[in-house]
């Protein structure tokens, strides 16, 4: 039983990893295919910073009820709201531009 449980946790861990990291390397042609991409997994656009495409995401990060990122052009920044998920794409360009998606789920 034990022997079990454990296999099942372990396929829940890398079925969750699978979930939030798939999206590392993923290219979008604009903040539009974007969008639609993270409407459909059950996310809203909240915020964006840059506006060179087409881009690369190179990180993921996710967070419940509150999420705070940093860039090398502006400051620290924190999003909050309770009973929501939060996800930071940061995405970079051919030219080495990055641009920082920020995300809400819809409830």
């Not at 042609?29 to 996310?43: F, P, V």
Request: net charge positive.
């Amino acid at each position: 039983m034990k022997r079990k449980l454990y296999f099942l946790l372990l396929f829940i861990i890398v079925l969750l990893s699978c979930t939030f990291f798939n999206e590392t390397g993923k290219q979008y042609l604009s903040i539009r295919g974007l969008t639609q991409d993270q409407n459909e997994k059950g996310y809203v656009l909240i915020g964006t910073f840059g506006d060179s495409w087409p881009a690369r995401v190179v990180e993921v990060k996710v967070a419940r009820h509150e999420i705070s990122f940093e860039s090398e052009s502006f400051s620290n920044r924190v999003y909050s709201e309770r009973g929501y998920r939060f996800k930071v794409l940061r995405l970079l360009t051919g030219d080495h531009d990055e641009i920082i998606v920020v995300l809400r789920s819809k409830k």
